[in-house]
């Protein structure tokens, strides 16, 4: 009898590490919520023990699964032993979204410093409201350029 692992080889050898992760969530979603980080990889050291890189095989797994636990998409389970996880609330709708990984960088590029006059765009985008934030934010900067200019208000959108 052949297992099958939690992510098909190839697509191990082949993915950059945020899609493998993502990868990786969709199986985990397509099972239990609650998870063991020990049996997930002895489970997939099992169904690759015929590929002749396995080991590079689970180090790239492993590392598909440190990047959802840095995301804070997998976390510890508080009812259960060391060891166990559950998928947390942003896990399972970044799993159920096909615009996961767009969504992800975005949010990335906006969590450092902005300039104050922004502000306002980053919370329109974290409510999901993308268009609305895009528009917010070039008024921002329409309103930027034209006090920098020394150009009047009746140029607004001109």
Known sequence: MR????VEPELIRELPTPELALALLKSLVAGSREINSNNLFRSAEAAYGQESDIAKLLDRLSGGWAWLEARGLIGPNPRQSTGWSRI???GMAMAED???ITKLWAADRLAGHLDPALAGARTIFNLGQYDT???AAMKAVEIAVRDA????DH???T
């Open 98 to 100: 096909g615009e996961a």
């Open 133 to 135: 934030a895009c528009f």
């Open 149 to 152: 200019s020394g150009l009047g």
């Open 3 to 6: 297992y099958s692992g939690p």
């Open 155 to 157: 140029l607004t959108g």
């Open 88 to 90: 947390t609330a942003d």
